[in-house]
């Protein structure tokens, strides 16, 4: 594909992992048509971006039928003030667990507890919402089932690992920290700069992975460290109440813009005070739409699901990041 342009990105080649296409998905807009220059994708299909000659604007396409637009904003970077982190791969290696979860579900839909999940599922149940994660297992593997079916194993094995986990019995080494993530840390406390964490995971499973992983790094109690911490909301179901977030997680761009502008009092005026890392496709696209400076880091499957071209920066450790700020 060669150097391309693209308005409020810049020039991208095909290390992006970009692809060209002549619609958008939900046939809206065509090349060469209403102003439209060129219509990219993400290689995960998650994301397009509409370009036209002064602008860009961005589609998520969404696999349970809530899909929206969201124009893309150029990035002007100041002076770092704050920093976004993903949770899961970014500062708690915990990914291989969770996509055992779904595996484990998925053994529960087929009443088969030798089902395994292959290599090219990966892009495709890490780093979105339970929700998606689900929806694409079943429409690969179980289109007969329901997806109220699949949360409530989902659920039911999660509360149980979580349950063995607290009591010392659960998974070894399910949740493990990120190499170099406590010294990266302290630094940015060192440097007076505020930190929020920002994850796709429902509080039920998100926080006792940072609660674990701040043990494991003798950091006391991550609510007291953090300056805001934004999850996905909790489980709703039967008899419970639950909290939005399930339809509006990465790659959609509210998790991060709710973190830095009500979480950590930013306004959208001085987002370029504000970079964004994450490891995973979906989370680094989320934080470019929300405006911010995004930073790749390696271990995830940022390259893997062609969406290197949503990084301002990629790097493979946190002290390249460091050299960053």
């Excluded at 090349?31 to 589609?59: H, S």
């Excluded at 976004?84 to 087929?110: N, P, R």
């Excluded at 089932?145 to 607290?166: C, S, V």
């Excluded at 950091?219 to 805001?228: I, R, T």
Aim: aromatic letters at 12%; charged letters at 25%.
């Amino acid at each position: 594909m060669g150097e391309y342009l693209i308005p409020g990105f810049g020039k991208l080649d095909e290390k992006s992992g970009f692809i060209n296409q002549l619609v958008c998905s939900d046939g809206q807009f065509c090349t060469g048509k209403d102003g439209v220059n060129a219509i990219y994708r993400t290689g995960d299909k998650k994301v397009e971006l509409i370009c036209f000659a002064d602008r860009t604007i961005a589609y998520i396409n969404s696999s349970v039928g809530y899909s929206a637009y969201y124009p893309v904003y150029p990035i002007a970077r100041e002076k770092t003030k704050a920093v976004l982190m993903d949770l899961d791969g970014t500062t708690v290696k915990s990914e291989e667990f969770w996509i055992w979860i779904i595996e484990k579900t998925v053994q529960s839909l087929l009443e088969n507890p030798k089902f395994s999940l292959s290599d090219s599922d990966i892009p495709f149940v890490s780093g979105h919402s339970v929700t998606e994660h689900l929806k694409y297992c079943i429409d690969k593997y179980c289109p007969d089932k329901l997806i109220e079916k699949a949360r409530e194993f989902y659920f039911y094995h999660t509360n149980l690992e979580m349950k063995n986990i607290m009591e010392g019995k659960g998974r070894p080494n399910a949740f493990v920290p990120t190499p170099g993530a406590k010294e990266f840390l302290l630094r940015l406390k060192e440097k007076n700069m505020k930190i929020g964490l920002v994850t796709s995971g429902l509080y039920e499973k998100a926080y006792p992975e940072i609660l674990s992983a701040f043990q494991t790094m003798g950091m006391g109690d991550p609510k007291e460290f953090y300056d805001s911490i934004i999850t996905a909301g909790t489980a709703l179901g039967k008899g419970r109440t639950g909290t939005m977030g399930e339809l509006e997680a990465k790659p959609h761009p509210w998790l991060y813009a709710e973190t830095a502008n009500i979480g950590l009092g930013i306004p959208f005026g001085q987002r370029g005070q504000v970079i964004g890392i994450e490891d995973s496709g979906a989370g680094v696209s989320s934080i470019r739409l929300a405006g911010y400076y995004t930073v790749g880091i390696g271990g995830g499957n940022i390259k893997q699901s062609g969406t290197l071209g949503m990084c301002n920066s990629y790097c493979e450790t946190f002290d390249e990041i460091l050299e960053l700020l």
